[in-house]
C-alpha cells in the first residue's frame, strides 16, 4: 500500500496524523470525531471509485 501512496502521499498521511494527534492532545473528543470524519470520507472516496472503476469495466 505504502508504494501506492509514493512520498507526497506518505507525507500527507503523516501530516494528517500529526494533526489529529495535536488537536487530540488538547481535545480527545474533537480529534476522535475529526478521525471518525476523515475515516468516512475516505470510504466514501473508495466506493465511488469503485462504482466508476467498475462501471468503465476495470474492475
Known amino acids: 500500500m505504502l508504494g501506492k501512496l509514493g512520498v507526497?502521499?506518505?507525507v500527507g498521511v503523516l501530516l494528517l496524523?500529526?494533526?489529529?494527534g495535536l488537536v487530540a492532545?488538547?481535545?480527545?473528543?474533537v480529534?476522535?470525531?475529526i478521525a471518525l470524519a476523515?475515516?468516512?470520507?475516505?470510504?466514501?472516496a473508495k466506493g465511488l471509485?469503485?462504482?466508476?472503476?467498475?462501471?468503465?469495466?476495470f474492475a
Open 31 to 33: 480529534a476522535l470525531g
Open 17 to 20: 496524523l500529526v494533526g489529529i
Open 49 to 57: 471509485i469503485s462504482n466508476v472503476m467498475s462501471a468503465f469495466g
Open 8 to 10: 507526497t502521499g506518505i
Open 38 to 44: 476523515f475515516v468516512g470520507v475516505g470510504l466514501v
Open 25 to 29: 492532545w488538547h481535545q480527545p473528543i
